[in-house]
């Protein structure tokens, strides 16, 4: 389901992109980042051995857990091929979930982790305020599965809501829009209601956790408490004038943060 593309040189680094995104949504990023890692960019893939190794499933009939362990058997399949052993995870939104998800299950390939815009359960709970209420969450799948492209395109709109380079977010978001089929996508998209918290909690590795202030779909102040009581031992960072994308709209202050969190 995800392909890692190698570039640059230095210290290794997972990049995972978001939900409707490719991991074209970093290139602005890339120059920095390939002259201090090694980078393994992250791109969603139409052509999946974790899939084609279950064909006798239908995409529907597939477990949050048993997709996400189909990911990590492939993310680390490519990493030994690769010949890394370790790496920094960076993941953005669902790309978050996923390295944290990884972090969880195979604390030995993961030096720390640093997420954007991630919400380690983003549909609503009985004691989880801090997200997409259900009904929300339930009514956004259905109208991607009648309405891909429409529902994909009111998705852009909502990562850009209120921030002043509006037109620059759209425009990186259009461009980097994955292109697998809408089955695939679904069962990416229902990743989102698998419950990350305990994950965060349990975590010895060194962990940061970044946020756009006008983060329109994920509440960004009342987060960043909530996490650091699920880990006190972890790092939040918000960014001012930034949304979803506060890699973009904050990009040399998260790049300084990057490199300096990654040098400790």
Known sequence: MINLEQSGSGRDLVLLPGWGSDG????????????HFRVHLGRWQNASNAFDSKEHHSYDSLSNDELLEDIREGLIHQLDHQGVKQAIWVGWSLGGLIAT???????????????????????????WSCAMPEDQFTGFQQAFTHQPMETLNRFIALQVLGAMDRRVLQKSLSKSQFTIDVLRQAALLNLLQKDLRPAISQLSIKQMHCYGELDALVPSAKLMSSMKQLNPQARTQSYALATHL????AQEAWLKDLLEWCAV
Do not use: K
Request: aromatic residues 10%; hydrophobic residues 40%.
């Open 24 to 35: 074209s949504i970093f290139s602005s990023l890339m120059p920095t980042l390939e002259s």
């Open 101 to 127: 998800d990884m972090a969880q299950h195979h604390p030995e390939n993961v030096i720390s982790l640093m997420t954007l815009a991630f919400n380690p359960c983003f549909v609503q709970q009985d004691n």
């Open 246 to 249: 506060p890699f973009i709209s």
